[in-house]
């Protein structure tokens, strides 16, 4: 289907990074949401915990060193591809997303919001 191809096309060539705050429940439902995402479609994210709290979850994550202030992120959770040759990054989504709405997002965001009539 068009989302799985999105996401594997647009996987690889960016590297995603999920910015969370690990005291925030809203933050927690999405590390979940993230963590199965990642598994269903053998996407590789770094996830990256913003106020030093980790979300079991996510046991492998990092805590952030300047990146989210550096990238000018001000809402979490936030999904973000990073393009690791050219540093360039853009954000893929933010707050809570299913699933569903995330791979259709990943969509939207490789066909450059086309609408699909």
């Not at 994550?61 to 992120?73: A, E, F």
């Amino acid at each position: 289907e068009k989302e799985k191809a999105a996401i594997s096309t647009l996987a690889s060539r960016y590297g995603v990074f999920f910015f969370y705050r690990g005291k925030q429940a809203l933050d927690g439902q999405m590390a979940g949401v993230i963590k199965n995402f990642v598994q269903e479609n053998r996407l590789a994210v770094v996830p990256v915990s913003v106020d030093g709290v980790i979300n079991p979850a996510l046991p492998r994550s990092r805590l952030d060193r300047g990146h989210s202030r550096r990238m000018g992120i001000a809402h979490f959770p936030a999904l973000f591809l990073v393009e690791p040759k050219d540093q360039r990054y853009q954000p893929l989504a933010y707050g809570f997303m299913t699933q569903d709405a995330l791979a259709r997002q990943f969509l939207a965001v490789a066909t450059g919001f086309k609408p699909n009539f």
